[in-house]
């Protein structure tokens, strides 16, 4: 049996705790015994729970450049405390193996050090904010790590001393299936047959939404019918951007800000294009895996993690636009409506998924890979 503890930065419902769940689910349960460490109560208790983990809550702050002077010394306080608590719990649980879920997390390796375990540390962010950030990243993973796990090669090629394994997301074909088509248009009272454009995620100033409501008026001048849905909530701190391109999307036609929202796959499933607008590169880009295994084709900017995914996806499947650009992005999307043609719910139930799902078990052979190591 392999004891696993998992430190978690956030407590939030968002992409990195939802991608855990996925990594826990992948784990065989007569082989691991998981815990995760959160910050705060998680609003995915329930999700993490049943894939058989045990949750343990340990204040940690997190910290940004963007961050005031109070927070930094909070930090700075609160860290060693932080760190030994989750030392305790790797003493106590008789922990085998410490697994950090965020490159931005500076706890676990700290913890693996003072008891002598074995660190995973599972990178899933590509730093541009803060060029010194990144050093002190890139020294800590080469140093403190036994194995750094890479979201996509865009991110592994920031840590070139680490010891690096790239092992993409994938998504269960259960979940995120063609089939699911039909439901979301008819509770939305989108026609079955317009042609429909999206986008799913969190609400940042870096994800490009206010590109995308940009392009798609220009979408609207070849495309009359076409309508455009956008779904996902606010990431801490950027509720008033948020709630501004809600204002704006609400003077525009044929255009549903749906908010945050439990369908996301019946949602991806009705589309005709997603896409992705990113204006940094993306660490990876798990939504758009997400809408390939729906048999929907994507629109993405050409940065980071995307053309991993364009790469991997069925030929045609996946187009590439520069970074920022309105117009490429409206012609990207008018074109793929094009080739694709009018759809009904029986014609995009029908499609097949437009990407290979890869092996859920690369999780559990690295694991075991480094406790045998250890060992």
Not at 97 to 122: D, E
Not at 191 to 206: E, F, K, Q, Y
Not at 334 to 345: I, M, Q
């Amino acid at each position: 049996m392999i004891r696993l503890l998992t430190i978690q930065p956030v407590a939030e419902r968002g992409g990195s705790d939802q991608a855990l769940v996925r990594l826990l689910r992948s784990l065989p349960a007569v082989e691991f015994e998981c815990h995760v460490v959160v910050p705060a109560e998680p609003p995915l208790r329930t999700e993490l729970e049943a894939t058989g983990a045990a949750v343990h809550v340990v204040p940690m702050e997190r910290i940004s450049t963007s961050h005031a002077l109070d927070t930094w010394m909070r930090y700075g306080a609160g860290w060693p405390v932080a760190v030994g608590r989750i030392a305790k719990l790797i003493r106590t649980l008789q922990i085998d193996l410490v697994h950090t879920n965020s490159l931005h997390s500076w706890y676990g390796w700290a913890a693996a050090s003072l008891t002598r375990r074995p660190h995973v540390w599972h990178a899933r962010e590509i730093t541009v904010q803060s060029a010194a950030a990144l050093k002190v990243e890139q020294i800590l993973t080469k140093h403190f790590a036994t194995r750094v796990i890479a979201a996509s090669q865009a991110i592994a090629d920031q840590l070139p001393a680490s010891d690096v394994v790239v092992i993409h997301e994938t998504v269960d074909p259960d979940e995120f299936s063609p089939s699911h088509a039909g439901r979301f248009r008819a509770a939305a009272g989108i026609p079955d047959d317009a042609p429909v454009v999206g986008a799913a995620g969190r609400i940042d100033t870096w994800k490009g939404f206010d590109i995308l409501l940009d392009a798609f008026p220009r979408v609207m001048e070849q495309v009359p019918d076409a309508h455009l849905v956008v779904a996902g909530g606010p990431v801490t701190g950027k509720e008033a951007y948020a709630e501004a391109l809600h204002v704006l999307a609400a003077t525009m036609p044929h255009t549903h800000w749906l908010g945050v929202r439990s369908d996301v796959a019946e949602i991806l499933a009705d589309l005709d294009v997603f896409t992705m607008p990113s204006t940094e590169p993306e660490p990876y880009g798990l939504v758009a895996v997400e809408a390939l295994a729906s048999g929907t084709p994507v629109v993405m900017t050409g940065a980071g993690g995307p053309r991993e995914i364009a790469q991997q996806a069925s030929p045609g499947a996946a187009r590439l636009v520069p970074i920022g650009d309105a117009p490429a992005l409206a012609d990207a999307i008018v074109a793929t409506l094009s080739e694709r043609g009018p759809s009904t719910s029986a014609s995009r139930a029908a499609r097949p998924p437009l990407r290979t799902p890869e092996s859920p078990d690369r999780f559990a052979v690295e694991f075991r890979r480094t406790v045998a190591a250890a060992r």
